[in-house]
């Protein structure tokens, strides 16, 4: 039990004594520690409700709540009841948490399994930095719902049929470098697409050389479906190592295409339903006219006032789109692995996109808590969208590799003695986890800057700062002449330091659920900033290897909480911590 829910018990027991029925109480975290750890409006919205005296409500509460050794509790303003925490109670806290393999944190997800659709790049098409974000955050909320309990599969939705295959395919035939495709295949096959896509807007016949390739793909043709699964193959041996340098994994890679044999009888489901009909040759989705139009994702507002917007989910030619393989994809994890959530970790310009999906799998019954966990652009230090020189958008692998040089260079600065195999794994720790970092300490929805400096500073707001202070916490423990077993330490709160090192370890239990709420990863890791200068503060504040004991033994078992939550922390955000740096 948090401390929260704790005072949650114990309030609504005296509510049910003071108003002689049970009311449940609600208690938040107080926004300035001035005022106390917690607070609660019970009071003031039961005695509005019964039409009594706020601050009089709140005083009989306070003289029945049984706070014993867990806080007091004081009434202020119109009638809020503010609660402080004991430091006695932060101990005994601290206590558990160092026996608690979860560090605190309830399992919210138990019995529940949740897709996780990140990453999904387009086979062939340039995998750009906005990928990154994708991967990031949706490797990140994997493993944080991991942590919480929930069955987690994460589905690598690859983009790995559609139009763009005339065009590889006809590049395939007449232009390809097979020593390139050996040495860098993604390389060589985005080179393939780009030049052919440029060519077939200069000459139509190469264009019209495309679209009889993919047509022959469509019809099944043995030689256009050799290369094609060729061309998947080494883009996913490409991208797996991406992922390696990443440290993503994914359980699942199923691509659009294999939804394609369900696509037909998908489409007639649709119809006999009454869900999609007929227009202008194609089948659509239209509004089914419950909504208002505001809500309705099949409509738009247009100069002369709300229109049609429908989903098309096959073309005149009897092609199909996007929307009809993502509809494939959602009834397959309902009924294969039996989701129960399916969160899309895709950018905000799909945001209709995935409103139609989800409009359109509740008319078609199948039920669920789909989330499209969108996020906006990434901009260079220009604050425009990140361009290389010569106007592309800069490659994912330039980026890491970029990162990894330059943490190679501060940490030779830094520490000299790091050298040769170690050095090198040091800086490919810092230098991902500060990209990372940079991704998940943002809101996720704001375009964020991308800048080097400032992402990489050993002292601010970054990975660096993070990793550095659970490196300094390890070598208070080398320090050391034997093991430290913390086990057996009795924990004695006396400075204000130390008590709010403690409060901090307490509430990782309490913060981690709410990052799922509205899945913001950034309160992770701004709970991981305040903790690691708490730690820095008490560090100051308060000698750990020259006192004497039983101080001595509670404080090394402060430093060890800390550094468990600082690493199990990073860890949820996909962020390694090295042993020194
Ligand atoms: N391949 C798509 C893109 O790069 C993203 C796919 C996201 N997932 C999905 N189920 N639609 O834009």
Known sequence: MTLLQDLETRLSAALAAVL???????????????????????????????????RGLAQEIIDRVDLTGLATAEIAGPGFINFRILPEAFAAK?????????????????????????????????????????????????????????????????????????????????????????????????????????????????????????VKLQAGDAENLAIWQECIEVSKAGLEKIYQT????????????????????????????????GSQGAICIFSDGTKQPEEDPFMVHK???????????????????YATTDLAT???????????????????????????????????????????VAFGSILGEDRKLMKTRSGDNVGLVEVLDEAVDRAARIIAEKNPD??????????????????????????????????????????????PYLQYSSVRIRSIFRKLDGAFDASGAAIVLEKDEEIHLARLHARFGELL???????????????????????????????????DE?????????CELTSRILVTGLGLLGIRCPERM
């Open 513 to 547: 659920p709410l990052v799922l709420d509205d899945f913001r990863p950034n309160l992770l890791a701004n709970y991981l900033l305040e903790l690691a200068r708490a730690f820095h503060s008490f560090f100051e504040a308060c000698p750990v290897l020259k006192s």
């Open 20 to 54: 002689g029925e049970a009311v449940p109480a609600t208690v938040t975290p107080a926004a300035d520690l001035r005022f106390g750890d917690y607070q609660s409006n019970a009071a003031m919205v039961l005695a509005k409700q019964r039409k009594t005296n706020p």
């Open 246 to 277: 990443l440290g993503v994994k994914f359980d699942h890679w199923l691509g659009e295409s294999h939804y394609n044999d369900r696509l037909p009888g998908l489409v007639g489901e649709l119809l006999a339903k009454g869900i999609a009909r």
């Open 94 to 214: 601290a206590r558990e948490l160092l026996g608690d393999p979860n560090l605190g944190v309830p399992a919210i997800g138990a019995g529940r399994t949740v897709v996780v659709d990140f990453s999904a790049p387009n086979v062939a098409k340039p995998m750009h930095v906005g990928h990154i974000r994708s991967t990031i955050i949706g490797d990140a909320l994997c493993r944080i719902a991991r942590f919480l309990g929930y069955r987690v599969i994460a589905d690598n939705h690859i983009g790995d049929w559609g139009t763009q295959f005339g065009m590889i395919i006809h590049g395939w035939k007449t232009r390809l470098d097979h020593a390139a495709l050996d040495a860098d295949p993604i390389g060589e096959l985005v080179r393939v697409y780009r030049q052919v896509n440029a060519a077939t807007k200069e000459d139509p016949a190469v264009l019209e050389a495309c679209k009889a390739e993919l």
């Open 418 to 463: 790091l050298a040769g195999d170690e050095a090198a794994e040091v800086a490919r720790i810092v230098g991902i986890g500060a990209v990372k970092f940079a991704e998940l300490s943002q809101n996720r929805l704001t375009d964020y800057v991308f800048a080097w400096d400032r992402m990489l500073a050993l002292q601010g707001d970054t990975a």
């Open 303 to 321: 100069e002369d006032g709300w229109t049609d917007n429908p989903a098309i989910v096959r073309k005149a030619d009897g092609g199909f789109l």
């Open 330 to 372: 959602l009834e397959y994890r309902i009924d294969q692995w039996h989701a129960d959530q399916i969160w899309y970790v895709v950018g905000v310009p799909q945001t209709l996109h995935f409103r139609q999906i989800f409009a359109a799998a509740a008319r078609w019954g199948k039920t669920g808590d789909f989330r499209h």
């Open 550 to 558: 039983p101080v001595r033994a509670s404080r090394l078992a402060l």
